[in-house]
């Protein structure tokens, strides 16, 4: 096995003027469960899109077994399966028409396919299922077809975006039992979560996000010595004690104010000049400089007054 299967090196990431990542440092080791830990808003689940393509750094290099990972994108897709909070599987089609379909997409060769189809099927545990649509599924079960989906190919790394948000206790528990059983067969797992102490019943490794970087990383063992704490919850309450975090309040005030702006009483009052101000908002969606278009907002209504 290479220790080093995955290696982020000075990778930033801004969107627009918000910087998300700032020159991180992250090695993801072979055939290990890593957890990518952290507050709302860190950019974990930007780590993860851009491990899938789905983003490219401003800075840094991604490199897969020593090779760069942007130049690669082929190896991707045969070599990662992803697996996103929301899901990303078909509604209107049953458990197994997913599993083929996405089986087809990622190439399964036709006398493979159904034989894997079915070992998926069991061991997400939605034998009884098989035949229902994703619809009807239950949220535990919707999110077990969807790691089936990641897997489908037989990938080396499987990336799990918050698998077990909004899962009670009963189905985290048996959704951690399916992330460990997976990585038995030897699939290098990716993970991120805010449930700390789940993090470090599942991962081997730990990387913690804070303030645009990664502060620490390695065993959760080696990281709660460290911080003289008997777990990870105890050691963030000592990181954030000790360091003011660094937050986006400043970009969440100004969606706020265009939302109020939206639906609030200022509404009324802009509605004399609704096609300006429509096109001003939608550009607000798409551009970080937010305040500078609520001003243009308040010149027009001023005009209209």
């Known amino acids: 096995m290479d220790e080093e299967l995955i290696q982020l090196k000075g990778v930033t990431k801004r969107f627009g003027k918000n910087l ?11 055939g290990k469960i890593t957890g990518i830990i952290g507050a709302s808003g860190e950019g974990k689940s930007t780590i993860l899109k851009m491990l899938a393509s789905f983003y490219t750094p401003n800075k840094g290099v991604i490199l897969y077994k020593n090779k760069s990972l942007l130049k690669s994108r082929k190896v991707i897709c045969h070599l990662f399966g992803l697996s996103i909070e929301d899901g990303s599987f078909y ?5 197994k028409e997913n599993l083929i379909h996405f ?9 493979l396919l159904r034989k894997r189809v079915d070992e998926l099927i069991n061991l997400v545990g939605l034998t ?26 037989n990938p080396a790394v499987l990336i799990l975006d918050e698998p077990t948000a909004d899962l009670d206790p009963f189905l985290r528990k048996q959704m951690n039992h399916l992330i460990k059983q997976i990585n038995s067969h030897g699939t290098t797992i990716i993970l991120t979560t805010q449930l700390l102490l789940e993090a470090e019943e599942v991962c081997d490794r730990v990387a913690i996000l804070f303030n645009e970087k990664i502060i620490e990383q ?21 990181i954030f004690s000790k360091k003011e975090r660094k937050t986006y309040q400043e970009s ?4 706020t104010k265009i939302k109020l702006l939206k639906h609030g009483s200022l509404k009324k ?11 001003l908002l939608e550009k607000a969606k798409h551009d970080e400089d937010s305040e500078e278009i609520l001003e243009k907002l308040r010149k027009e209504n001023e005009k209209n007054d």
């Open 20 to 30: 998300v990542l700032d020159s991180i440092d992250l090695v993801i080791p072979e």
């Open 252 to 255: 969440s005030k100004k969606k």
């Open 103 to 111: 089986g087809r997409l990622y190439g399964v060769k036709r006398n």
């Open 128 to 153: 009884d299922a098989e035949n229902t649509l994703a619809k009807n599924l239950s949220l535990g079960m919707k999110k077990r077809l969807d790691v089936g989906c990641a897997l489908i190919h």
């Open 91 to 95: 509604e209107k089609l049953s458990v």
């Open 269 to 279: 009052s802009l509605l004399k000049n609704k096609d300006k101000i429509d096109e």
């Open 218 to 238: 390695g065993e959760p063992s080696k990281i709660k010595k460290k911080y003289h704490s008997k777990d990870l919850n105890e050691v963030f309450n000592k």
